[in-house]
């Protein structure tokens, strides 16, 4: 079973590698985009917005049909995307290069995450996703870098080109290794059903959990660097502090899985953990100079590397295995909207005030969303005499 495992961790590193190593880089890859500001922040919004709308479509759709002829087309459609700049080689196609990109990753994103809960034993799932985050977090730090030097290479055609290689291998090794998972047999769910499922708090304290890592992630991300810059750091070590953040969240996720399934961490206190982990990192940034900065980065990873593997591990154990798909792609639709949000908010409040108020606004928000975990205790049936 663990030979099964790698290619699903190879699936998110090039969904990871796909977004990143893209993005970061298309106002190098051609003069015409980098004078286009519009053109530019659209083929940057469309390969998030196929995956906010799609995922949920697919992760039902790998629940109906398996989730393994899911992950095999959306890896092939990756390809076939990429392999499409490659041959027509013109900027002008580039958004539908990069539309097709998301919507396969929409695909086998989910997918591989259904494929993991599904092929692990419940008691191994913190350590399965664990390393499955892992992968992908290497993705996202090593994206922007290998993106960079492939376009130095060969321009925007080499790197779709490497793309489109990577998710072809990926695929005839997901053929080869991952079993067959046949969908599992399952009652017709009601829209009322479903509202009421992913409405419930099994589902929903996870998924906010996800969400706000995501946009403390985002933030660390996009805003650490102009806060070194402010500081007077050079851009290599603001470059080496966001590094400093994805290492902290690649390499905490098998850990925190580890404990998981171990017993040393339950999921309620370790999602707490990682949020007030979380909050303190977007605390320590708006400290003044480079012990801001690094301090804000490490914590921010560490705090969102905890709470990923649990997330996840959290919602499988909680959905019926015949639904675990639909659950996967919900999921990654509120990551994507906190990966959306975060920014957006730290954005808002420095336009009005200072930079410092974004972090603290969204630290205090992120250090508040540990009092929706508490649950209920359930009431004691009442004895009849």
Same mark, same amino acid.
């Given at each position: 079973?663990?030979?099964?495992?790698?290619? +699903?961790?190879?699936?998110?590193?090039?969904?990871?590698?796909?977004?990143? /190593?893209?993005? *970061?880089?298309?106002?190098?890859?051609?003069?015409?985009?980098?004078?286009?500001?519009?053109? $530019?922040?659209?083929?940057? !919004?469309?390969?998030?917005?196929?995956?906010?709308?799609?995922?949920?479509?697919?992760?039902?759709?790998?629940?109906?049909?398996?989730?393994?002829?899911?992950?095999?087309?959306?890896?092939?459609?990756?390809?076939?995307?990429?392999? +499409?700049?490659?041959?027509?080689?013109? =900027?002008?196609?580039?958004? !539908?290069?990069?539309?097709?990109?998301? @919507?396969?990753?929409? @695909?086998?994103?989910? !997918?591989?995450?259904?494929?993991?809960?599904?092929?692990?034993?419940?008691?191994?799932?913190?350590?399965?996703? #664990?390393?499955? #985050?892992?992968?992908?977090?290497? #993705?996202?730090?090593?994206?922007?870098?290998?993106?960079?030097?492939?376009?130095?290479?060969?321009?925007?055609?080499?790197?779709?080109?490497?793309?489109?290689?990577?998710?072809?291998?990926?695929?005839?090794?997901?053929?080869?290794?991952?079993?067959?998972? =046949?969908?599992?047999?399952?009652?017709?769910?009601?829209?009322? /059903?479903?509202?009421?499922?992913?409405?419930?708090?099994?589902?929903?304290?996870?998924? @906010?959990? $996800?969400?706000?890592?995501?946009?403390?992630?985002?933030?660390?991300?996009?805003?650490?660097?102009?806060?070194?810059?402010?500081?007077?750091?050079?851009?290599?070590?603001?470059?080496?502090?966001?590094?400093?953040? !994805?290492?902290?969240?690649?390499?905490?996720?098998?850990?925190?899985?580890?404990?998981?399934?171990?017993?040393?961490?339950?999921?309620?206190?370790?999602?707490?953990?990682?949020?007030?982990?979380?909050?303190?990192?977007?605390?320590?940034?708006?400290? =003044?100079?480079?012990?801001?900065?690094? *301090? #804000?980065?490490?914590?921010?990873?560490?705090?969102?590397?905890?709470?990923?593997?649990?997330?996840?591990?959290?919602? @499988?154990?909680?959905?019926?295995?015949?639904?675990?798909?639909?659950?996967?792609?919900?999921?990654?639709?509120?990551?994507?909207?906190?990966?959306?949000?975060?920014?957006?908010?730290?954005?808002?409040?420095?336009?009005?005030?200072?930079?410092?108020?974004?972090?603290?606004?969204?630290?205090?928000?992120?250090? +508040?969303?540990?009092?929706?975990?508490?649950?209920?205790?359930?009431?004691?049936?009442?004895?009849?005499?």
């Amino acid at each position: 079973m663990r030979t099964a495992m790698w290619p +699903l961790y190879a699936a998110g590193f090039t969904t990871a590698f796909g977004a990143h /190593g893209i993005a *970061a880089n298309l106002g190098q890859g051609e003069e015409d985009l980098a004078t286009s500001l519009l053109y $530019l922040g659209l083929l940057l !919004a469309l390969y998030d917005g196929a995956e906010v709308v799609l995922k949920p479509v697919f992760g039902t759709l790998a629940d109906r049909v398996g989730a393994r002829p899911v992950l095999l087309g959306g890896l092939v459609a990756f390809a076939a995307a990429s392999a +499409l700049f490659v041959v027509v080689r013109d =900027p002008d196609w580039l958004w !539908a290069a990069r539309l097709g990109q998301g @919507a396969a990753a929409s @695909a086998f994103s989910p !997918a591989a995450s259904a494929l993991v809960a599904r092929l692990n034993p419940a008691a191994k799932h913190g350590r399965a996703f #664990g390393s499955y #985050g892992f992968h992908k977090s290497i #993705g996202y730090t090593a994206g922007p870098l290998l993106g960079g030097a492939l376009i130095w290479l060969g321009g925007l055609t080499l790197l779709f080109a490497v793309l489109a290689a990577l998710a072809a291998t990926v695929a005839v090794w997901a053929a080869l290794a991952v079993p067959a998972v =046949p969908p599992l047999p399952k009652e017709r769910q009601t829209v009322l /059903g479903l509202v009421r499922r992913l409405t419930d708090g099994a589902f929903l304290r996870p998924v @906010a959990a $996800l969400a706000a890592a995501t946009a403390a992630l985002s933030a660390g991300v996009g805003f650490l660097p102009l806060s070194g810059a402010a500081a007077g750091l050079t851009p290599l070590a603001t470059g080496a502090a966001v590094s400093v953040l !994805a290492a902290c969240a690649a390499f905490t996720q098998p850990w925190a899985g580890r404990r998981l399934d171990g017993g040393r961490l339950t999921t309620r206190s370790g999602l707490i953990a990682g949020l007030l982990v979380t909050a303190a990192g977007l605390g320590a940034a708006t400290l =003044p100079g480079a012990v801001g900065v690094l *301090a #804000g980065a490490a914590l921010i990873g560490a705090g969102t590397g905890v709470i990923t593997p649990l997330g996840f591990a959290a919602l @499988a154990a909680a959905t019926p295995r015949e639904r675990l798909g639909q659950t996967m792609g919900t999921a990654e639709l509120g990551r994507e909207l906190g990966d959306a949000g975060g920014p957006l908010l730290v954005a808002a409040i420095a336009a009005t005030a200072t930079l410092t108020w974004g972090y603290a606004t969204l630290a205090l928000l992120t250090a +508040l969303l540990p009092l929706t975990l508490r649950t209920r205790p359930t009431p004691a049936p009442t004895q009849v005499a």
